[in-house]
């Protein structure tokens, strides 16, 4: 009888032991949103198919902040009027998209939608828009004549303003996938949207952090190169540029990219190629990687020496239109 019960214990232990040594295994997700892809890694040991949830966030995001979609939150936010009720969704990335405005001094600004129709870029800038146009334009620009108050009224100085948060929405939806997962007890994977990035833990089956790489101006989207790789762990990445877009003048040979200034409304010449932001969210990476992009690199350096939570790389063109590249302190370790 002891023997018995000796060995029925036994096999108790082991098959206590059994359940509980699952092997992790990596699933992925991925799928088309915003105009372009996803790809989601998780690594767990649970076994529950996520795909259904995760798409259904992101057409949940698509009717809030698609400009393209008829019926998005965000449409019925441009029409010409002075007031309109949004969620929390949305002031959320009001409120960051309103600190990286003040803090870049008004440079990233979401409401300078029109200006960039109006110019329109291509090989060559317009230059037969006339002042009195930009002056018009320039009224519905400034995204301080918008405010959201805290039961999520919205209200324009100028019923016509236009909001587009393409240079900062990618990155919250990147955050919001991040934290469904997070919500859902896991906590090794990586999110990519649309080339913007989270990666929560590390590659556990490779027993290492997750890597990312950055792309090489200079090679052609059919002959893709890099340039650099990095480690990543519970950080946001994004990178922003249009080195594939730049001009040179005729008379000096000079290289350049155009941005368009929203202070002045006018196309300015940028020696900046690209920029890759590190941060604790993406939307906040995806966010300064585009002010980065129109702020001078000078400016770019102090104000990344001031902020503990950013550190960026960046490539530009010196005076001999070599490329050259700077990254900050937290990036190169």
Known sequence: MKAQLKYYNLFLVLLIVTSC?????????????????????????????????????????????SNYN???????????????????????????????????????????????????????????????????????TGLDKISISESYLLTKSNPNSYIDFNAIAQGYSVDIVHRFLKEKGYDNYLIEIGGEIYASGQNILKNKPWVVAIDDPRSSVENRELIETLPLTDKGLATSGNYRKFSVDEKTGEKYVHTINPITGYPKKSNILSTTVLASTAMKADGWATAFMLMDLEETKKLVESDTDLEVFILYLDDNNEMQHFASKGFKE
């Open 21 to 65: 040594s699952k092997t992790p295994k990596e699933q992925v997700y991925w799928g088309q949103t915003q105009g372009t892809t996803y790809s989601i890694k998780v690594i767990s040991e649970k076994e529950e198919n996520l795909q259904e949830s995760i798409d259904s966030l992101l057409v949940d995001f698509d009717f809030i902040f």
């Open 70 to 140: 008829p019926k998005s939150l965000i449409t019925k936010v441009n029409q010409p009027i002075d007031s309109i009720q949004v969620n929390a969704q949305f002031l959320e990335v009001f409120e960051t998209s309103q600190e990286i405005y003040k803090r870049s001094n008004h440079l990233f600004d979401p409401t300078v939608g029109a200006l960039v129709k109006t110019w329109g870029f291509g090989n060559s800038v317009k230059t037969d828009i006339h002042p009195a146009t930009i002056d018009s334009l320039l009224q519905l």
